[in-house]
Every structure is written in C-alpha cells, then in structure tokens.
C-alpha cells in the first residue's frame, strides 16, 4: 500500500541519515584522538630523565585510553561504511608475520597495563599472502583488542601464522573469560555480546561483525574455537601471494 511505501522509504533515509551521522562523528573523533595521542607523546618525551614513576603512569594511562578509543572510532567508521554498501577492500601482496608482530607492538600499552603476556608465534622469513593491509590490520586490532579486554590480569594471548595448503592462518588465543558454543555465531553477527562478557568489560559488540564483514570480502570468514571458562581462538585463512 501507499502507506507501507511511505513508511519503508522513512526508515530507508532515517537509516542513511543514522549512517552518516556515525561516519561523521567516528571521523571527527578519531582526528582529535589523533591530536590527542601526539600531545600526549610529546608531553612525554618533554619530561626529565629518569622520568617520575607517578607521572610516567599517568602518561601510561592516557595513552591506553587514547588508543581503545581510537579502535572503537576506527570500527565505527568501517561499520558505517559497510551498512551504507560502501565497505570495499583492496587486496595485495603483503606479510602476514608481519600484521601478527606490528599488531602485537601497536597495542601494547593496553596489555601491558593488565599485566598480560603477549607474544608472537611465526616464522622468522616473511608469510606472503594477498591481502588488504588497512582491512586486516583493523580485524587484528579489533582481535587484540577484545583478548586484552576480556582476559584477566597476568593472562596469556598468543599471536600467531600457521602454514596450511594453499596459505596462511593468522590466529590470536587467549586464556579468557572464552565463549560458548551457542553463542559463537551470534557475536559474529553484530550488537550482540555474551552475558559474561557484559559482566567482564564494556562494549558495543560490533567489532566482530566488522571484522567478519571486512574478512567476507576477501573471500575469507573467521572462525571461532572456544567454550565458556577455557579461552578464545579466532582465525582467518589467506591464500598464498608467490614473489
């Protein structure tokens, strides 16, 4: 009818208007997140040698906050893109080695304020894969970001590279909170997160689905292993790029 016309064209342009919206405050947020972090930096690199411990922690603290936020701001932006059609990806040959190592080192200061160990398990030579390197670092940072978030304190997170035929598996585990096995397909699906992961830390629960929407277009998915209690390992599988 005329009327159920009407009100589907309504919700079409409140739904594009909701997307730009988004997209232009997640932009505007993370420009001044940036500004932020290098004052923050420089604040730093300004303050005597050896540095207060009291004010080093201080500078510790604002530059994880800093860092989180702009995670969020980043998958805010991207989920705007993908809900307006407009989320593409540019895939070419790139390390995967090198995504584990640079994606390990970029949040550090978050999981070492948990008193988390983090390390990196891949070969030493380079793993070439085609890829999208500003696509997959952000599924990295958001995989990262969520073992940090939901893993306890002194807890263990392993990045790695696997060979399998054809490619390479990048991976990250954890030894947190874990998920259940009914569960697992929802969190993948958006603005979904588990009644224990509400208990454990803050969220939107939308990094996930991003990082799944942005792995579908490389042809990819991720994959979930876990159960509630025992930990999390997700992974993605990338064909080999030769030289």
Do not use: C
Request: proline content about 5%.
């Amino acid at each position: 009818s005329v009327y159920l016309s009407r009100l589907l064209s309504e919700a079409q342009a409140l739904g594009q208007m909701k997307t730009q919206l988004v997209a232009m405050v997640s932009h505007e947020f993370n420009n001044s997140l940036s500004v932020l972090g290098g004052m923050a930096r420089l604040l730093k690199e300004d303050e005597p040698k050896p540095p207060d411990p009291k004010r080093a922690n201080y500078f510790t603290v604002i530059e994880a906050h800093v860092r989180s936020l702009a995670v969020a701001a980043r998958t805010l932006l991207e989920l705007g893109r993908f809900e307006a059609g407009r989320l593409k990806v540019h895939p070419v040959r790139m390390d995967l080695t090198a995504l584990a190592r640079s994606t390990a080192s970029a949040l550090e200061v978050l999981w070492s304020r948990k008193g988390q160990t983090v390390g990196v398990t891949a070969p030493a030579a380079p793993v070439w894969v085609h890829g999208d390197p500003d696509a997959l670092a952000l599924v990295a940072t958001n995989l990262l970001a969520n073992a940090v978030k939901y893993t306890p304190e002194k807890g263990t997170i392993t990045l790695g590279v696997e060979a399998e035929a054809g490619g390479a598996r990048f991976y990250i585990s954890d030894t947190g909170i874990g998920i259940a096995p009914e569960d697992q397909a929802r969190i993948l699906s958006g603005y979904f997160r588990t009644e224990e992961g509400k208990k454990a830390a803050k969220g939107f629960g939308v990094g996930l689905a991003l990082s799944q929407s942005l792995l579908l277009a490389h042809g990819a998915e991720l994959r979930v292993e876990s159960a509630s209690g025992r930990g999390a390992r997700f992974s993605f599988f990338l064909p080999a790029a030769p030289g």
